[in-house]
């Protein structure tokens, strides 16, 4: 009986350094800061964290960045994709301009950002103005926290789908065509499909930067307590105070709650991912 | 029904893809499209199959205006050479495509599908795969889903664009067989691209065979072989030896004193090449071109003999091999006699 190995042998020489690198690099930057942020929290006792990530403010908080972010991410799926399906599909002056502008909120200092959405989506602003009318607030309230949310997540999805949708086969929809599939069929039933993927790393990756977000964010909320304040800024408003524990136990929360997130979708992936290419 | 294409043109820029083709099926007849890379084969298809626009021309199926329908409303069975199967759809799924798209009053019940589904995958031969995907099948497999895809939809005419090509050799020639065998079965009218001669003169009825977007040739595959009109067509078919001479009344004359029978459109001319098969030479003790044997080769029943001429020219002859003295060995100097000759009027410019 042959006994198993751990690992199989492989022809590339230095795993043993290499993977000792990784862990030692992993554990420096991401593991050894988040245990610092699980071990915090505790010096107020079980029930003191309990009490202090179940006050109404900061139920409100984590309910407002979790469902903005959910929300952004998946309205970045939708018109992201559009935004690729045109720089990827058609030719056209300024395409390339097109491609770098996507790029621009990847670069732009959040804080930057901010200021320029408020200045628009205020009341006064070039859109607000035309939206104050309608009744609908922007800058201000939970809905300008979207809008910041989505500024900042569209390139991930753009980028995220981009390559796929560049290789995705021809021969794929003209097959489709010939086999008498309409567009609309064409593009649900073989595009879409195929970049399903794609589409659930795009959105992990505008989800995680959304909740992440700050700059931007601050600005344009107005950050009322229980209407339009995030969990990152309540996390700061009370390490100001000095409430150490406090500001680490909301982050606990958000770890968790984001890990299980991401998690989830990670888990969808490989499910889309098994499908396509066992 | 029967596809009449008529002096189609295409030209991609400067290009000419095709230049004023023109060729004609009868209903169930096997054509095959055959050329080098680049001739125009695939074009072709495309037209057919209306995924891409002719400049000029017609194309007449079943007496229909075929240029005026989508690839929707042709109703045409397109296989691809990469398969361009769905992958994230099952191999059932795959082959019900063109059925469950169908708008609601054309489209057959749920029940007929997996019913149609079973029936063709029997008939590729693939029972019990239907739950896999694409990725988890052989290449041969991938294909014949494709196949089946394809004949789903009943398709008026099926085109393949070489379809094997992907594949090797051993599968091709087994899946070659059984792409016969279903063209009979089903007796739709075919059209199969493809650049690999031998496939398409053990496939088809007919051969077309097309050069730089014209068609050289149009015959039965034993036509080709016994009367090929152009010195293209008599290369690419096959191996091919050159040896310059003159022809007069039929007869090619060479240097050296010896003549030999000209088939062929040219049956007089001062200058011209002889063209001539492997298979269609005698070693001769004189009167012939005196060659060295530079290599042998068994093949089968024959030995492939390598000769070169003093003047650096290459010959390939295939000798019996029962009919060959055990003696011959590279080295050797021996001299060629051609039975017969081609001598086509294109050749003398080479």
């Given amino acids: ?278 | 029904m029967s596809l009449s294409v008529e002096n189609v043109s295409k030209r991609f820029g400067r290009f000419a893809a095709l230049d004023r083709v023109s060729l004609a099926a009868v209903d169930g007849e096997f054509l095959a499209l055959l050329g080098p890379s680049g001739s125009g084969k695939t074009s072709l298809l495309r037209v057919l199959a209306g995924l891409s626009r002719p400049d000029e021309g017609r194309v007449l199926f079943g007496g229909e205006d075929f240029l005026r329908l989508s690839p929707r409303e042709r109703r045409v069975g397109m296989v691809f050479q990469h398969y361009a199967l769905f992958r994230h759809m099952t191999v059932a799924d795959n082959v019900a495509f063109g059925l469950k798209v169908r708008p609601r009053r054309d489209r057959p019940p749920g029940t007929e599908i997996a019913a149609r589904v079973k029936r063709l995958l029997a008939l590729v031969q693939l029972e019990g795969l239907d739950k896999r995907y694409p990725a988890q099948l052989s290449g041969g497999q991938r294909q014949r889903v494709a196949l089946a895809r394809a004949l789903a939809i009943e398709p008026r005419m099926l085109l393949l664009d070489e379809p094997f090509g992907a594949l090797d050799a051993k599968v091709r020639r087994e899946l070659r067989r059984w792409l016969r065998q279903i063209h009979d079965e089903t007796g739709v009218t075919t059209v199969f691209v493809t650049h690999d001669q031998e496939e398409a003169m053990d496939l088809a009825d007919r051969v077309v065979v097309l050069n730089a977007g014209r068609v050289e040739q149009i015959g039965r595959p034993a036509e080709l072989q016994a009367a090929p009109a152009t010195a293209f067509v008599f290369d690419f078919l096959g191996d091919s030896n050159r040896l310059p001479c003159k022809v007069v009344d039929g007869h090619a004359m060479f240097d050296g004193g010896f003549s030999a029978p000209a088939l062929g459109p040219v049956r007089d001319a001062p200058h011209a090449v002889a063209r001539f098969r492997p298979h269609e030479v005698d070693l001769a003790v004189e009167g012939g071109v005196p060659v060295t044997i530079t290599h042998l080769s068994a093949r089968g029943a024959l030995i492939r003999a390598e000769c070169q001429a003093e003047d650096g020219a290459l010959f390939e002859v295939d000798l019996l091999r029962d009919a060959t003295p055990g003696s011959l060995a590279a080295g050797a100097k021996v001299r060629l006699r051609p039975r017969r000759v081609f001598v086509f009027a294109e050749a003398a410019a080479t």
């Fill in chain 1, 1 to 278: 009986m042959t006994a198993r190995r751990w690992i199989e042998p492989s022809v590339l020489p230095g795993f043993g350094p290499a993977l000792g690198f990784t862990l030692f690099w992993l554990g420096l930057l991401v593991v050894l800061p988040l245990a610092a942020l699980v071990a915090r929290p505790w010096e107020l006792g079980l029930e003191g964290f309990w009490r202090s990530v179940t006050e109404p403010r900061v139920l409100a908080a984590l309910r407002l960045s979790f469902g903005a972010a959910l929300a952004a991410a998946a309205v970045n799926v939708v018109f992201g994709l559009v935004v690729t399906w045109v720089l990827v599909r058609y030719d056209f002056p300024g395409r390339r301009f097109a491609d770098a502008v996507v790029d621009l909120p990847f670069a732009l200092p959040t804080a930057v950002a901010g200021i320029a959405l408020t200045a628009i989506y205020a009341g006064n602003g070039w859109i607000g103005s035309f939206l104050e009318p309608l009744g609908i607030k922007v800058a201000y309230t939970p809905l300008g926290v979207l809008v910041a949310m989505v500024f900042v997540g569209l390139p991930f999805v753009v980028r995220s789908v981009q390559p796929v949708m560049q290789d995705l086969d021809a021969e794929l929809e003209e097959a489709a065509e010939t086999l008498g599939a309409n567009p609309v069929q064409r593009v649900v039933k073989v595009i879409l499909p195929a970049l399903a993927p794609a589409c659930v790393t795009g959105f992990a990756l505008a989800f995680a930067r959304a909740l992440g977000e700050y700059g931007s964010v601050i600005f344009i909320a107005g950050n009322m307590p229980l209407v339009s304040e995030i969990a990152p800024l309540l996390i700061v408003i009370r390490l100001e105070q000095f409430d150490y524990a406090g500001a680490a136990a909301v982050g606990l929360v958000m770890l968790g709650l984001a890990a299980l997130g991401l998690l989830t979708i990670n888990l969808s992936q490989v499910i889309l991912a098994r499908r396509g290419a066992a």
